[in-house]
């Protein structure tokens, strides 16, 4: 045997050695992580390639985590979807029941037919895992898959929520969903011994949805160790990469950077100064509170290799004067929550708009009323005044024949009833009060301009993102009245339905900048109840011009300020509170346009 032989028998040994000790770790790896052995050595992504955790060390922890409850708020495109996907069905395939929910059933189907069911086609371990599943099940929201089963349910349909029992939940942008009837999922846990939930999404608003329970969480955050002076810090972008200047405007720390100049911008320590590098391997999640239940990680893109630092500072810049570019940049880019002006309701803007009242027990009017259809009717009077709305009863009644008794004891000349679900009972309380009664469909693009009465004379149409934005605006500019107990009659509930809608921009699913604005669903009865009154009152003022054209109308205020005059002037006998009211509420008309808070 010559020198070269030995070599190569040596390097033969070695390589057996090497391969010998990969194959006990991985054996190792599939006994007490078996989502990380999936992710590495069964897994291929939708872009047929398998997971890297080179390019994705802060996945490592979230992939090893064991905690029963996790949340992920995070930016777009943080690899947090691809670590549900393969920890939800390495769950299943040990036998656990699995509950995937997403926003609605439409992303629901589109998640399962692209992602899902591609993998289960392509993916040779899955595949395997179908066919040794014991049922078959061809549907999209009931997949059997190794030893356990998996259903994909959208959170829009209450019955995907009743009487499946599960063992895992597992919610992807939680920010999108009905919150009535995801409540309901975690009944489904109730007799399992597992009881494992992992929730997920780009954040939108503060104490919401994601944020919400990641502020419950032990809040995790990516830190790094400055290599010049030791300090540990989190990876921020106004801490590390820029700074506000006396003008209020945002300067890179990075001086020297010039578009063109080849290289990214550098990021600086916040105590030396010195450049830090972003995509240190020894960068290390550090909670804030280490002893809460909920394991919580809050990922920017900053932490990932695929973006570059100018890409991120560009998104910034160039949505430095546009409220939903900003928002886009804070969600989807940091993963931060963002607050637009007048994005949602607050204890502290209804309180503005408190009078020194409480309800009536009945009113001369002229009234009109809002009725939000549910298990019970939420219902909404108001006494109107010129541009001013005061509340003077709001609470829930369980019959439809009850609001007859409401109409005649507040003197409503107009009232707005939901049309669904219980689409014949509203036609037929319409059809009972022909002359005041309408009901209303959410349809989407009509505004307030082209509502329109159609097929049943009755029957009105709108925008919801335009009432309810409508709504949002009465309230800023205080153009209508709560009474002073608003806060804790009706237990409390008013106040907290005004205050459930959040005003979201949801981005395109494929990260793109497109996208819309939407209120989000909820327990929100009286919110609704106010829109439907909103637009009887819009309603009146029809009403109003026929009655007067007919010679008809019985002489109350509302006639007697329709019949022209001073439309601006402060109207007589009102209450002093009222009229401070009214006053300032004038003042800002007068200076041009829409009342503004
Ligand atoms: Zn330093």
Same mark, same amino acid.
């Given at each position: ?24 770790? !991985?054996?190792? *790896?599939? @006994?007490? /992580?078996? $989502?990380? &052995?999936?992710?590495? =050595?069964?897994?291929? +992504? ?124 597992? !919610?992807?942008? *939680?920010? @999108?969903? /009905?919150? $009535?009837? &995801?409540?309901?999922? =975690?009944?489904?846990? +109730? ?407």
């Amino acid at each position: 045997m010559g020198r070269d032989d030995v070599l190569n028998e040596i390097f033969r040994i070695k390589q057996k050695m090497v391969d010998a000790q990969k194959r006990l770790l !991985a054996a190792t *790896l599939q @006994q007490t /992580n078996p $989502t990380l &052995y999936n992710a590495m =050595f069964k897994h291929i +992504s939708t872009r047929m390639q398998p997971m890297r955790f080179a390019d994705y060390h802060y996945l490592i922890d979230i992939y090893v985590d064991k905690r029963k409850r996790k949340c992920i708020k995070s930016s777009v495109q943080s690899g947090k979807t691809e670590y549900m996907v393969i920890d939800h069905l390495t769950k299943a395939e040990k036998g656990l029941a699995i509950l995937y929910v997403l926003p609605d059933n439409d992303l629901r189907n589109r998640f399962v037919k692209n992602r899902i069911e591609k993998m289960f086609t392509f993916v040779p371990f899955y595949r395997d895992q179908m066919m040794k599943a014991t049922g078959t099940s061809k549907t999209v929201g009931l997949k059997h898959y190794g030893l356990g089963t998996i259903v994909y349910a959208g959170s829009g349909s209450p019955n995907q929520f009743k009487e499946i029992p599960a063992d895992a939940i597992y !919610a992807d942008e *939680l920010d @999108q969903f /009905n919150f $009535t009837n &995801y409540a309901m999922a =975690f009944d489904r846990l +109730s007799s399992s011994p597992h009881k494992l939930i992992t929730e997920s999404a780009n954040p939108t608003v503060s104490d919401y949805g994601i944020d919400e329970v990641y502020q419950r969480s032990d809040k995790k955050f990516w830190h790094l160790k400055c290599p010049h002076c030791n300090q540990w810090q989190k990876i921020d972008f106004f801490t590390n990469i820029v700074y506000q200047d006396d003008d209020g405007g945002y300067m890179l720390y990075d001086a020297e950077w010039e578009e063109g100049c080849k290289r990214d911008i550098k990021v600086f320590c916040t105590k030396c100064m010195k450049p830090i590098n972003r995509l240190d391997p020894d960068a290390q999640w550090v909670a804030e509170y280490p002893h809460k239940d909920i394991s919580g990680y809050q990922i920017s893109k900053l932490f990932s290799p695929h973006n570059t630092v100018q890409e991120i500072f560009e998104a910034f810049s160039l949505a430095q004067k546009n409220q939903s570019k900003l928002q886009i940049f804070y969600n989807s880019d940091l993963g931060e929550c963002f607050e637009a002006e007048g994005s949602k309701l607050t204890h502290e803007i209804l309180n503005r708009v408190k009078g020194d009242y409480i309800f009536p027990k009945s009113s001369e009017g002229p009234c009109v009323m809002g009725i939000d259809v549910g298990s019970s009717l939420h219902v909404w009077i108001d006494r109107v005044w010129e541009e001013l709305e005061q509340l003077i009863w709001a609470g829930t009644v369980r019959e439809f024949e009850d609001i007859d008794e409401l109409i005649k004891r507040f003197n409503v000349k107009s009232f707005v009833i939901d049309a669904m679900p219980e689409t014949r009972k509203s036609n037929e309380l319409c059809d009972k009060w022909p002359m005041i009664g309408k009901s209303c469909r959410y349809v989407e693009g009509k505004t307030e301009e082209n509502m329109k009465e159609k097929k049943r004379a009755h029957e009105i149409q709108i925008d919801r993102l335009q009432i309810m934005d409508d709504v949002m605006d009465a309230f800023l500019s205080k153009a209508n009245m709560l009474p002073k107990n608003a806060d804790t009659i009706l237990k409390g509930a008013l106040y907290s339905q005004l205050c459930r809608p959040v005003r979201l921009f949801i981005a395109d699913k494929d990260g793109g900048g497109d996208g819309r604005f939407a209120y989000t669903k909820g327990e929100d009865h009286y919110y609704h109840a106010r829109v439907y009154a909103r637009l009887a009152r819009l309603q009146l003022r029809n009403f109003k011009f026929r009655s007067i054209k007919l010679g008809g109308g019985n002489g109350g205020d509302a006639n007697r300020s329709a019949t022209g005059g001073n439309r601006f002037a402060v109207p007589a006998n009102l209450p002093p509170h009222l009229k401070k009211l009214w006053e300032s509420q004038l003042a800002k008309m007068k200076d041009g346009g829409r009342p503004q808070s």
